[in-house]
Nanobody, 120 residues
């Protein structure tokens, strides 16, 4: 199995910054893609950004220029630096990883979620 552990959420004023971390552990052969999704109350979960093992990224238009994803392949960890936060960024943020397991299977895994609240 694979576990994703997130950290770094919290309460911040508009214009502030937060940094989220997500560490993967378990029977991992390779993490193909890691990313962050978010879900605000009453809304569907949406992609924020994802990054491949080669470093290619895909950002949601709403966060381009404000959020930056980075990845440490040696540590199986992904980071999300969030700057210039807006109240509309308030949501539960979920880490996601597409993992090739040691047995050869490819599966998607999710973290438990971390709350980000931006006050106006």
């Amino acid at each position: 199995q694979v576990q994703l552990v997130e950290s770094g959420g919290g309460l911040v004023q508009a214009g502030g910054s937060l940094r989220l971390s997500c560490a993967a552990s378990g029977s991992i052969f390779r993490i193909n893609v890691m990313g962050w999704y978010r879900q605000a109350p009453g809304k569907q979960r949406e992609l924020v950004v994802r990054i491949t093992s080669g470093g290619s990224t895909n950002y949601a238009d709403s966060v381009k220029g404000r959020f930056t994803i980075s990845r440490d392949n040696a540590k199986n960890t992904v980071y999300l630096q969030m700057n210039s936060l807006k109240p509309e960024d308030t949501a539960v943020y979920y880490c996601n990883a597409r993992v090739t397991r040691l047995a050869g299977f490819i599966d998607d895994y999710w973290g438990q979620g971390t709350q980000v609240t931006v006050s106006s």
